[in-house]
């Protein structure tokens, strides 16, 4: 069974990158055919997909996000992650990885504030 464990910085300034990475155990990222997703949920609203790497490293992006964040993988590390550039206290939320197979970490806070 596959298990996720997010890591993130817990507070971002305005304007700053935040940064979280996925530690992916009991599976390898690079296994054929596998998706692995960031999902975000602010307080009080739905959650709301953020994008995704596929295990040959191509990604698909929020259109609302897109031009903001980027996914990446380190394979020798077994972990993607996640960068959200410019970053505003809207983008305050629990940030969770998910699995192929419906295996989601448990979630990592972070909030923006100055």
């Known amino acids: 069974q596959v298990q996720l464990q997010e890591s993130g910085p817990g507070l971002v300034k305005p304007s700053q990158t935040l940064s979280v990475t996925c530690t992916v155990s009991?599976?390898?990222?690079?296994?054929?055919?596998?998706?692995w997703s960031w999902i975000r949920q602010p307080p009080g609203k739905e959650l709301e997909w953020v994008g995704h790497?596929?295990?040959?490293?191509?990604?698909r992006h929020s259109p609302s996000l897109k031009s903001r964040t980027s996914i990446s993988m380190d394979t020798s590390k077994n972990q993607f992650s996640l960068q959200l550039r410019s970053v505003t206290p809207e983008d305050t939320a629990v940030y969770y990885c998910?699995?192929?197979?419906?295996?989601w970490g448990q979630g990592t806070q972070v909030t923006v504030s100055s």
């Open positions: 790497i596929v295990y040959d490293g191509s990604t």
């Open positions: 009991g599976g390898s990222i690079t296994t054929s055919p596998t998706t």
């Open positions: 998910k699995g192929p197979h419906g295996d």
